[in-house]
Protein backbone atom coordinates (compact mmCIF):
# COMPACT_ATOMS: atom_id res chain seq x y z
CA UNK A 1 0.00 0.00 0.00
CA UNK A 2 1.55 3.75 -0.53
CA UNK A 3 0.44 5.84 2.16
CA UNK A 4 1.09 9.70 2.67
CA UNK A 5 1.62 9.94 6.13
CA UNK A 6 1.75 13.59 8.46
CA UNK A 7 2.85 13.53 11.85
CA UNK A 8 1.03 16.59 13.76
CA UNK A 9 2.46 19.57 16.35
CA UNK A 10 2.69 18.17 19.75
CA UNK A 11 0.12 20.97 20.20
CA UNK A 12 -2.45 19.31 18.53
CA UNK A 13 -3.61 17.01 20.93
CA UNK A 14 -7.50 16.51 20.32
CA UNK A 15 -8.89 15.45 16.46
CA UNK A 16 -11.30 18.36 16.47
CA UNK A 17 -8.60 20.71 15.73
CA UNK A 18 -7.91 19.23 12.25
CA UNK A 19 -10.15 19.66 9.74
CA UNK A 20 -11.07 23.32 10.18
CA UNK A 21 -14.95 23.78 9.85
CA UNK A 22 -14.85 25.54 6.09
CA UNK A 23 -13.57 22.28 5.34
CA UNK A 24 -16.65 20.66 6.83
CA UNK A 25 -18.94 23.44 5.34
CA UNK A 26 -17.17 22.60 1.81
CA UNK A 27 -18.44 18.98 1.77
CA UNK A 28 -16.05 16.64 4.37
CA UNK A 29 -18.45 14.47 6.52
CA UNK A 30 -17.30 12.53 9.03
CA UNK A 31 -17.64 8.73 8.53
CA UNK A 32 -18.94 6.13 11.30
CA UNK A 33 -16.57 3.49 12.03
CA UNK A 34 -18.18 0.19 11.97
CA UNK A 35 -15.24 -2.12 13.26
CA UNK A 36 -12.93 -1.28 16.19
CA UNK A 37 -9.85 -0.48 15.85
CA UNK A 38 -6.54 -0.53 18.01
CA UNK A 39 -6.38 3.18 18.23
CA UNK A 40 -8.53 6.08 18.36
CA UNK A 41 -9.40 7.62 15.17
CA UNK A 42 -11.77 9.87 13.30
CA UNK A 43 -12.15 9.45 9.42
CA UNK A 44 -13.38 12.52 7.14
CA UNK A 45 -13.92 12.52 3.20
CA UNK A 46 -14.94 14.83 0.64
CA UNK A 47 -16.61 13.47 -2.24
CA UNK A 48 -16.47 16.22 -5.02
CA UNK A 49 -19.16 16.10 -7.66
CA UNK A 50 -18.22 15.52 -11.15
CA UNK A 51 -17.99 18.42 -13.53
CA UNK A 52 -16.83 19.34 -16.76
CA UNK A 53 -12.70 19.81 -17.37
CA UNK A 54 -11.96 23.89 -17.51
CA UNK A 55 -10.66 23.18 -21.08
CA UNK A 56 -14.16 21.93 -22.45
CA UNK A 57 -15.42 24.81 -23.48
CA UNK A 58 -12.75 26.02 -24.92
CA UNK A 59 -12.68 23.11 -27.12
CA UNK A 60 -16.17 23.10 -27.91
CA UNK A 61 -16.35 25.95 -30.08
CA UNK A 62 -14.41 23.98 -32.92
CA UNK A 63 -15.38 20.50 -31.75
CA UNK A 64 -18.15 18.12 -30.67
CA UNK A 65 -17.20 17.97 -26.71
CA UNK A 66 -21.34 17.45 -25.65
CA UNK A 67 -21.39 13.95 -26.82
CA UNK A 68 -18.32 12.66 -25.06
CA UNK A 69 -19.98 13.67 -21.67
CA UNK A 70 -16.95 14.08 -20.04
CA UNK A 71 -16.33 14.51 -16.41
CA UNK A 72 -13.67 15.01 -13.72
CA UNK A 73 -14.20 13.76 -10.26
CA UNK A 74 -11.35 14.27 -7.44
CA UNK A 75 -12.13 12.24 -4.10
CA UNK A 76 -10.33 13.73 -0.67
CA UNK A 77 -9.44 10.98 2.62
CA UNK A 78 -8.60 11.94 5.68
CA UNK A 79 -7.85 9.23 8.39
CA UNK A 80 -6.63 10.85 11.76
CA UNK A 81 -5.20 8.38 14.60
CA UNK A 82 -3.57 9.13 17.85
CA UNK A 83 -0.42 6.95 18.70
CA UNK A 84 1.33 7.45 22.22
CA UNK A 85 -0.23 10.51 22.66
CA UNK A 86 0.85 12.29 19.08
CA UNK A 87 -1.62 12.42 16.28
CA UNK A 88 -0.97 11.26 12.94
CA UNK A 89 -2.78 12.05 9.58
CA UNK A 90 -2.82 9.55 6.90
CA UNK A 91 -4.26 11.06 3.60
CA UNK A 92 -5.46 9.75 0.24
CA UNK A 93 -6.68 11.71 -2.93
CA UNK A 94 -6.92 15.66 -1.76
CA UNK A 95 -7.21 15.04 1.39
CA UNK A 96 -3.88 16.69 2.74
CA UNK A 97 -5.31 20.20 1.70
CA UNK A 98 -7.79 19.60 4.77
CA UNK A 99 -4.87 19.81 6.96
CA UNK A 100 -3.60 23.22 8.05
CA UNK A 101 -0.25 23.84 7.44
CA UNK A 102 0.34 25.34 10.84
CA UNK A 103 -0.41 21.80 12.16
CA UNK A 104 2.23 19.83 10.32
CA UNK A 105 5.37 18.76 11.97
CA UNK A 106 7.76 19.95 9.85
CA UNK A 107 10.69 17.54 8.01
CA UNK A 108 9.08 14.27 10.07
CA UNK A 109 9.09 12.51 6.30
CA UNK A 110 12.56 13.70 5.78
CA UNK A 111 14.15 12.72 9.05
CA UNK A 112 12.19 9.10 8.83
CA UNK A 113 13.40 8.47 5.59
CA UNK A 114 16.83 9.65 6.23
CA UNK A 115 17.52 7.84 8.95
CA UNK A 116 16.06 4.93 7.51
CA UNK A 117 17.04 5.11 3.64
CA UNK A 118 20.39 3.17 2.40
CA UNK A 119 22.76 6.22 2.06
CA UNK A 120 23.91 4.66 -1.27
CA UNK A 121 20.87 3.99 -2.60
CA UNK A 122 19.26 7.63 -3.08
CA UNK A 123 17.39 8.15 -6.59
CA UNK A 124 15.60 11.87 -6.20
CA UNK A 125 16.66 14.51 -3.82
CA UNK A 126 14.50 18.18 -3.86
CA UNK A 127 17.10 21.29 -3.15
CA UNK A 128 17.00 25.37 -2.92
CA UNK A 129 19.96 27.12 -2.19
CA UNK A 130 20.06 29.83 0.60
CA UNK A 131 21.46 32.39 -1.19
CA UNK A 132 21.07 36.00 -2.65
CA UNK A 133 20.43 33.86 -6.17
CA UNK A 134 17.76 31.32 -5.19
CA UNK A 135 18.17 27.80 -7.41
CA UNK A 136 15.56 25.31 -6.74
CA UNK A 137 16.25 22.12 -8.61
CA UNK A 138 15.13 18.19 -8.74
CA UNK A 139 17.57 16.02 -9.34
CA UNK A 140 16.84 12.18 -10.48
CA UNK A 141 19.37 9.48 -10.77
CA UNK A 142 18.26 5.95 -12.54
CA UNK A 143 20.24 4.31 -10.63
CA UNK A 144 20.61 4.71 -6.62
CA UNK A 145 23.79 7.19 -5.42
CA UNK A 146 25.31 8.82 -2.29
CA UNK A 147 24.38 12.61 -1.59
CA UNK A 148 27.77 12.80 -3.04
CA UNK A 149 26.62 12.16 -6.50
CA UNK A 150 24.00 14.31 -6.75
CA UNK A 151 26.38 17.85 -6.82
CA UNK A 152 25.09 19.50 -4.14
CA UNK A 153 26.90 22.24 -1.73
CA UNK A 154 25.76 20.38 1.66
CA UNK A 155 27.23 24.33 2.95
CA UNK A 156 24.68 26.37 0.54
CA UNK A 157 21.86 23.85 -0.40
CA UNK A 158 19.04 23.04 1.97
CA UNK A 159 17.23 19.70 1.41
CA UNK A 160 13.15 20.10 0.91
CA UNK A 161 13.34 16.05 -0.34
CA UNK A 162 14.64 12.82 -0.28
CA UNK A 163 13.69 9.47 -1.92
CA UNK A 164 15.17 6.45 -1.74
CA UNK A 165 15.53 2.57 -0.90
CA UNK A 166 15.77 1.60 2.65
CA UNK A 167 18.47 -0.16 4.06
CA UNK A 168 15.49 -2.92 5.31
CA UNK A 169 12.64 -4.34 3.13
CA UNK A 170 11.05 -5.51 6.29
CA UNK A 171 10.30 -1.31 7.02
CA UNK A 172 9.02 -0.19 3.45
CA UNK A 173 9.93 -1.28 -0.26
CA UNK A 174 10.25 3.22 -0.86
CA UNK A 175 10.29 6.02 1.18
CA UNK A 176 10.00 9.77 0.06
CA UNK A 177 9.98 12.54 3.14
CA UNK A 178 9.79 16.31 2.99
CA UNK A 179 6.89 17.67 6.05
CA UNK A 180 5.10 14.39 4.72
CA UNK A 181 6.53 10.68 4.42
CA UNK A 182 5.26 9.03 0.95
CA UNK A 183 5.62 5.02 2.01
CA UNK A 184 5.33 1.87 -0.17
CA UNK A 185 4.23 -0.79 2.48
CA UNK A 186 2.63 -4.16 3.36
CA UNK A 187 -0.37 -2.67 5.85
CA UNK A 188 -3.69 -3.61 6.90
CA UNK A 189 -5.46 -0.59 8.68
CA UNK A 190 -5.99 -2.79 11.85
CA UNK A 191 -1.92 -2.77 12.22
CA UNK A 192 -1.71 1.19 11.31
CA UNK A 193 -0.88 2.04 14.72
CA UNK A 194 2.29 0.20 15.36
CA UNK A 195 3.69 1.11 11.91
CA UNK A 196 2.77 4.72 13.26
CA UNK A 197 4.40 4.22 16.37
CA UNK A 198 7.60 2.18 14.60
CA UNK A 199 7.75 6.09 12.30
CA UNK A 200 7.17 7.89 15.63
CA UNK A 201 10.31 6.58 16.81
CA UNK A 202 12.19 6.39 13.52
CA UNK A 203 11.78 10.40 13.35
CA UNK A 204 13.13 10.58 16.90
CA UNK A 205 16.44 8.82 16.29
CA UNK A 206 19.51 10.43 15.49
CA UNK A 207 20.79 7.89 13.11
CA UNK A 208 20.56 10.48 10.35
CA UNK A 209 23.38 12.66 11.84
CA UNK A 210 25.98 9.62 10.32
CA UNK A 211 25.86 10.41 6.63
CA UNK A 212 23.37 13.13 6.60
CA UNK A 213 24.09 15.48 9.57
CA UNK A 214 24.49 18.67 7.35
CA UNK A 215 20.73 18.75 6.84
CA UNK A 216 21.02 20.53 10.45
CA UNK A 217 22.62 23.16 9.24
CA UNK A 218 19.77 24.96 7.45
CA UNK A 219 16.62 24.44 8.48
CA UNK A 220 13.53 27.03 6.82
CA UNK A 221 11.01 28.21 9.82
CA UNK A 222 7.54 27.41 8.91
CA UNK A 223 4.99 29.93 7.76
CA UNK A 224 3.38 29.97 10.97
CA UNK A 225 6.30 28.98 13.27
CA UNK A 226 5.82 31.08 16.88
CA UNK A 227 9.40 32.42 16.63
CA UNK A 228 8.77 34.54 13.00
CA UNK A 229 7.19 37.22 14.75
CA UNK A 230 10.47 37.69 17.51
CA UNK A 231 12.32 37.78 14.46
CA UNK A 232 10.58 39.94 12.27
CA UNK A 233 10.77 42.51 15.20
CA UNK A 234 14.54 42.18 15.76
CA UNK A 235 14.75 42.93 12.14
CA UNK A 236 13.18 45.71 12.16
CA UNK A 237 15.00 47.08 15.41
CA UNK A 238 17.86 46.50 13.40
CA UNK A 239 16.39 48.70 10.70
CA UNK A 240 15.47 51.31 13.17
CA UNK A 241 19.04 51.12 14.61
CA UNK A 242 20.42 51.68 10.90
CA UNK A 243 22.74 48.76 11.29
CA UNK A 244 24.99 48.24 8.99
CA UNK A 245 26.66 44.84 9.56
CA UNK A 246 23.77 42.40 10.52
CA UNK A 247 21.76 43.84 7.49
CA UNK A 248 22.10 43.91 3.70
CA UNK A 249 20.41 44.29 0.70
CA UNK A 250 20.55 41.43 -2.20
CA UNK A 251 19.06 40.70 -5.07
CA UNK A 252 16.59 38.09 -5.76
CA UNK A 253 17.81 37.37 -9.28
CA UNK A 254 20.76 38.70 -11.00
CA UNK A 255 19.90 42.28 -12.28
CA UNK A 256 19.28 42.81 -15.62
CA UNK A 257 21.88 44.76 -17.53
CA UNK A 258 18.94 47.53 -18.87
CA UNK A 259 18.54 48.17 -14.68
CA UNK A 260 18.82 52.00 -14.45
CA UNK A 261 17.17 52.69 -11.04
CA UNK A 262 15.10 51.72 -8.09
CA UNK A 263 11.72 53.04 -7.02
CA UNK A 264 11.46 52.80 -3.21
CA UNK A 265 7.56 53.60 -1.55
CA UNK A 266 5.49 53.39 0.89
CA UNK A 267 2.22 55.18 0.16
CA UNK A 268 2.78 58.41 -1.10
CA UNK A 269 6.07 58.29 0.22
CA UNK A 270 8.24 57.85 -2.89
CA UNK A 271 12.21 58.08 -4.06
CA UNK A 272 14.18 57.10 -6.79
CA UNK A 273 17.71 55.37 -6.27
CA UNK A 274 20.44 54.88 -9.13
CA UNK A 275 21.39 51.40 -6.88
CA UNK A 276 19.22 50.00 -4.03
CA UNK A 277 21.60 48.83 -0.95
CA UNK A 278 20.60 49.17 2.77
CA UNK A 279 22.33 52.83 2.42
CA UNK A 280 19.62 53.67 0.03
CA UNK A 281 16.87 52.09 2.40
CA UNK A 282 17.89 54.20 5.13
CA UNK A 283 18.00 56.96 3.73
CA UNK A 284 14.50 56.67 2.53
CA UNK A 285 13.24 55.80 6.34
CA UNK A 286 15.47 59.29 7.09
CA UNK A 287 13.66 61.01 4.77
CA UNK A 288 10.56 59.92 5.71
CA UNK A 289 10.65 59.57 9.50
CA UNK A 290 7.06 59.01 9.97
CA UNK A 291 7.18 55.69 7.80
CA UNK A 292 8.03 52.48 9.55
CA UNK A 293 11.06 50.81 9.34
CA UNK A 294 9.10 47.38 8.48
CA UNK A 295 10.66 45.98 4.87
CA UNK A 296 7.01 44.18 4.71
CA UNK A 297 5.52 47.42 4.34
CA UNK A 298 7.74 48.85 1.90
CA UNK A 299 7.65 48.03 -1.87
CA UNK A 300 10.57 48.43 -4.46
CA UNK A 301 10.49 48.41 -8.28
CA UNK A 302 13.10 48.31 -10.53
CA UNK A 303 13.11 50.23 -13.71
CA UNK A 304 15.42 50.30 -17.33
CA UNK A 305 16.29 53.97 -18.39
CA UNK A 306 12.87 55.24 -19.96
CA UNK A 307 11.33 54.73 -16.73
CA UNK A 308 9.37 51.48 -17.81
CA UNK A 309 9.26 48.44 -15.34
CA UNK A 310 11.92 45.98 -15.34
CA UNK A 311 12.12 44.14 -12.06
CA UNK A 312 8.73 43.38 -11.10
CA UNK A 313 7.10 45.30 -7.29
CA UNK A 314 7.77 43.22 -4.72
CA UNK A 315 8.08 43.58 -0.94
CA UNK A 316 11.50 44.79 0.30
CA UNK A 317 11.69 42.36 2.80
CA UNK A 318 12.49 40.00 -0.44
CA UNK A 319 15.32 42.08 -0.99
CA UNK A 320 16.45 41.88 2.71
CA UNK A 321 19.37 39.57 3.82
CA UNK A 322 19.79 39.84 7.87
CA UNK A 323 21.35 38.13 10.71
CA UNK A 324 19.54 37.43 14.01
CA UNK A 325 20.65 36.06 17.39
CA UNK A 326 17.92 34.84 19.45
CA UNK A 327 18.60 32.33 22.81
CA UNK A 328 21.51 31.61 21.93
CA UNK A 329 20.91 30.44 18.34
CA UNK A 330 21.19 31.70 14.93
CA UNK A 331 18.84 33.17 12.34
CA UNK A 332 19.26 34.18 9.05
CA UNK A 333 17.09 36.38 6.17
CA UNK A 334 17.02 35.58 2.86
CA UNK A 335 14.69 35.84 0.07
CA UNK A 336 11.85 36.22 2.30
CA UNK A 337 12.67 33.40 4.53
CA UNK A 338 13.64 32.46 7.99
CA UNK A 339 16.18 30.17 8.67
CA UNK A 340 17.65 28.65 11.71
CA UNK A 341 21.38 27.72 11.72
CA UNK A 342 23.30 24.90 13.77
CA UNK A 343 25.06 26.47 16.54
CA UNK A 344 28.04 24.09 16.03
CA UNK A 345 27.98 24.60 12.50
CA UNK A 346 28.10 28.48 12.69
CA UNK A 347 31.45 27.73 14.88
CA UNK A 348 32.84 25.46 12.66
CA UNK A 349 32.41 28.23 9.50
CA UNK A 350 34.17 30.98 11.45
CA UNK A 351 37.37 28.74 12.70
CA UNK A 352 37.63 27.47 9.40
CA UNK A 353 38.02 31.46 8.45
CA UNK A 354 40.42 32.10 11.62
CA UNK A 355 42.59 29.76 9.88
CA UNK A 356 43.49 31.28 6.67
CA UNK A 357 46.28 33.01 6.72
CA UNK A 358 45.82 36.81 7.45
CA UNK A 359 48.40 38.87 5.67
CA UNK A 360 47.14 42.20 7.65
CA UNK A 361 49.95 42.95 9.36
CA UNK A 362 52.18 41.91 5.85
CA UNK A 363 50.63 44.07 3.64
CA UNK A 364 50.30 46.96 6.19
CA UNK A 365 47.33 48.36 3.35
CA UNK A 366 47.01 52.20 3.92
CA UNK A 367 43.72 53.43 6.12
CA UNK A 368 40.33 53.71 3.72
CA UNK A 369 39.76 57.45 4.69
CA UNK A 370 36.39 59.09 4.65
CA UNK A 371 37.43 61.22 1.83
CA UNK A 372 37.51 58.36 -0.61
CA UNK A 373 34.23 58.55 -1.39
CA UNK A 374 34.75 55.37 -4.37
CA UNK A 375 37.13 52.47 -4.16
CA UNK A 376 38.75 53.61 -7.30
CA UNK A 377 40.16 56.24 -5.16
CA UNK A 378 41.35 53.96 -2.37
CA UNK A 379 43.21 51.56 -5.01
CA UNK A 380 44.96 54.56 -7.08
CA UNK A 381 46.00 56.16 -3.65
CA UNK A 382 47.48 52.28 -2.09
CA UNK A 383 48.62 51.87 -6.02
CA UNK A 384 50.53 55.27 -5.96
CA UNK A 385 51.63 54.69 -1.94
CA UNK A 386 52.88 50.97 -2.58
CA UNK A 387 54.33 51.28 -5.96
CA UNK A 388 51.38 48.79 -7.32
CA UNK A 389 50.47 47.71 -10.21
CA UNK A 390 46.51 48.93 -10.39
CA UNK A 391 44.23 46.94 -12.39
CA UNK A 392 41.21 48.36 -10.85
CA UNK A 393 38.80 49.07 -14.15
CA UNK A 394 41.22 48.08 -16.43
CA UNK A 395 39.72 44.95 -17.99
CA UNK A 396 40.86 42.14 -19.82
CA UNK A 397 39.02 40.65 -22.81
CA UNK A 398 38.62 36.77 -22.47
CA UNK A 399 37.52 35.27 -25.90
CA UNK A 400 34.56 33.11 -25.51
CA UNK A 401 33.18 34.80 -22.41
CA UNK A 402 30.56 37.86 -22.73
CA UNK A 403 31.97 40.93 -22.10
CA UNK A 404 35.48 41.49 -20.05
CA UNK A 405 37.03 40.53 -16.52
CA UNK A 406 38.58 42.65 -14.07
CA UNK A 407 41.77 40.60 -13.14
CA UNK A 408 42.42 42.34 -9.59
CA UNK A 409 42.28 45.77 -8.23
CA UNK A 410 45.91 45.78 -7.04
CA UNK A 411 49.10 43.25 -8.40
CA UNK A 412 52.11 43.53 -5.83
CA UNK A 413 55.36 42.79 -7.13
CA UNK A 414 55.15 39.29 -5.21
CA UNK A 415 52.21 38.45 -7.63
CA UNK A 416 49.43 39.06 -4.66
CA UNK A 417 46.20 39.61 -7.09
CA UNK A 418 44.79 41.90 -4.33
CA UNK A 419 40.65 42.00 -4.69
CA UNK A 420 39.53 45.00 -2.90
CA UNK A 421 35.83 45.96 -1.28
CA UNK A 422 34.34 48.12 1.38
CA UNK A 423 31.80 45.66 3.50
CA UNK A 424 28.85 46.97 2.67
CA UNK A 425 26.88 44.41 2.09
CA UNK A 426 26.78 40.58 1.07
CA UNK A 427 26.37 41.34 -2.56
CA UNK A 428 29.21 43.25 -2.72
CA UNK A 429 31.30 40.69 -0.50
CA UNK A 430 29.65 38.20 -3.13
CA UNK A 431 31.09 39.68 -6.38
CA UNK A 432 34.50 40.44 -4.33
CA UNK A 433 34.60 36.43 -3.69
CA UNK A 434 33.44 35.53 -7.22
CA UNK A 435 36.10 38.06 -8.87
CA UNK A 436 39.35 36.22 -7.54
CA UNK A 437 37.85 32.67 -7.96
CA UNK A 438 37.07 33.75 -11.57
CA UNK A 439 40.10 35.46 -12.24
CA UNK A 440 42.40 32.32 -10.66
CA UNK A 441 40.19 29.69 -12.68
CA UNK A 442 40.98 32.41 -16.47
CA UNK A 443 44.33 32.59 -15.33
CA UNK A 444 45.09 28.69 -14.94
CA UNK A 445 42.80 27.59 -17.76
CA UNK A 446 43.19 30.48 -20.44
CA UNK A 447 46.60 30.99 -21.76
CA UNK A 448 45.49 34.28 -23.84
CA UNK A 449 44.80 35.75 -20.30
CA UNK A 450 47.72 34.73 -18.22
CA UNK A 451 49.75 35.89 -20.78
CA UNK A 452 47.99 39.03 -20.90
CA UNK A 453 48.36 39.80 -17.45
CA UNK A 454 51.99 38.80 -17.66
CA UNK A 455 52.44 41.54 -20.13
CA UNK A 456 50.68 44.24 -18.00
CA UNK A 457 53.24 43.25 -14.94
CA UNK A 458 56.19 43.30 -17.08
CA UNK A 459 55.48 46.31 -18.50
CA UNK A 460 54.61 48.22 -15.50
CA UNK A 461 57.69 46.58 -13.24
CA UNK A 462 59.95 46.32 -16.26
CA UNK A 463 62.74 44.88 -15.72
CA UNK A 464 63.00 44.66 -11.52
CA UNK A 465 61.18 41.60 -11.70
CA UNK A 466 59.83 39.01 -13.68
CA UNK A 467 56.49 37.61 -13.43
CA UNK A 468 57.43 33.37 -13.70
CA UNK A 469 60.59 34.48 -11.56
CA UNK A 470 58.73 35.03 -8.48
CA UNK A 471 59.73 31.55 -6.68
CA UNK A 472 56.04 31.86 -4.39
CA UNK A 473 53.40 30.76 -5.94
CA UNK A 474 50.39 33.68 -6.84
CA UNK A 475 48.32 34.81 -4.30
CA UNK A 476 44.26 35.90 -4.26
CA UNK A 477 43.95 38.36 -1.37
CA UNK A 478 40.33 39.41 -0.07
CA UNK A 479 41.19 42.81 1.26
CA UNK A 480 38.36 43.91 3.01
CA UNK A 481 37.31 47.61 4.21
CA UNK A 482 35.52 47.95 7.62
CA UNK A 483 34.92 50.22 10.60
CA UNK A 484 33.99 46.97 12.94
CA UNK A 485 36.81 45.77 15.43
CA UNK A 486 37.96 42.21 15.58
CA UNK A 487 38.62 39.28 13.43
CA UNK A 488 37.01 38.95 9.65
CA UNK A 489 35.93 36.04 10.78
CA UNK A 490 33.70 37.63 13.81
CA UNK A 491 32.62 40.29 11.98
CA UNK A 492 31.50 39.31 8.18
CA UNK A 493 27.70 38.25 7.77
CA UNK A 494 27.47 34.59 8.25
CA UNK A 495 26.47 33.42 4.35
CA UNK A 496 29.32 35.48 3.23
CA UNK A 497 31.76 33.11 5.39
CA UNK A 498 30.18 30.47 3.88
CA UNK A 499 30.16 31.88 0.57
CA UNK A 500 34.13 33.05 1.21
CA UNK A 501 34.83 29.27 1.67
CA UNK A 502 33.61 28.33 -1.52
CA UNK A 503 35.20 30.51 -3.59
CA UNK A 504 38.43 29.72 -1.84
CA UNK A 505 38.30 26.52 -2.49
CA UNK A 506 38.17 27.12 -6.56
CA UNK A 507 41.35 29.51 -5.86
CA UNK A 508 43.17 26.47 -4.64
CA UNK A 509 42.12 24.24 -7.41
CA UNK A 510 43.24 27.00 -9.36
CA UNK A 511 46.25 26.46 -8.19
CA UNK A 512 46.71 30.23 -5.96
CA UNK A 513 47.02 30.64 -2.48
CA UNK A 514 44.71 32.69 -0.47
CA UNK A 515 44.80 34.96 1.95
CA UNK A 516 42.35 37.23 3.89
CA UNK A 517 43.35 41.34 5.06
CA UNK A 518 41.54 43.81 7.03
CA UNK A 519 41.80 47.53 5.48
CA UNK A 520 40.86 50.27 8.72
CA UNK A 521 38.15 52.19 7.42
CA UNK A 522 37.05 55.68 8.92
CA UNK A 523 33.35 55.76 9.89
CA UNK A 524 31.02 57.64 7.20
Same mark, same amino acid.
Given at each position: ?????????????????????????????? $????????????????????????????????????????? +??? +????????????????? %? =???? #??????????? %?????????????? $???????????????????? #???????????????????????????? =????????????????????????????????? !????? !???????????????????? $?????????????????????????????????????????????????????? !?????????????? +???????????????????????????????????????????????????? #??????????????????????????????????????????????????????????????????????????????????????????????? %??????????????????? =???????????????? !????????????????????? +?? $??????????? %?????????????
Amino acid at each position: MKLTVYLLRDSITEFGQVVPEHHQANGYVR $LPLEEELPFPCEAWVQANRPKPPSWVPWLASAFDMEALDLK +NQS +NSFVLLLKVDGRIFAVT %F =GYGS #NAIPRPSIEPD %FGLKVTLNEVDPQA $LNMLDTRTVDRVSRQRRTHL #NVGRSVNEFDISTDMDWIRMVSGRPLSS =GFARKLAGSDSLKISMDCAIKDLGKHCRALLKT !YKSKT !YKKHFGFIDHLRPLKAQDPL $LPVLELKLVELLEARDHELVAIAYPEIPDERLSSWRLWKGRKKALYEDLDIERV !YDFLDRHPEVPADP +NKLQVLGLDEDGNELVSQDRLHRYVVAQVEHEDATYVLSLGHWFRVDKDYVA #NIRKKVRQLPDVTGILDLPRWQKSMRKEEEYNEHTGSMKEWLVLDRKMIHVEGRDGKVEACDLLSRERDFIHVKDMKDSATLSHLFGQGSVSATL %FRSVPAYAEELKARYQAFY =GGKVAFDAVKSPPRVV !YAIATTKEGELADTLFFFSLV +NL $LQHIAQVRVAG %FDVALCKIERDAA
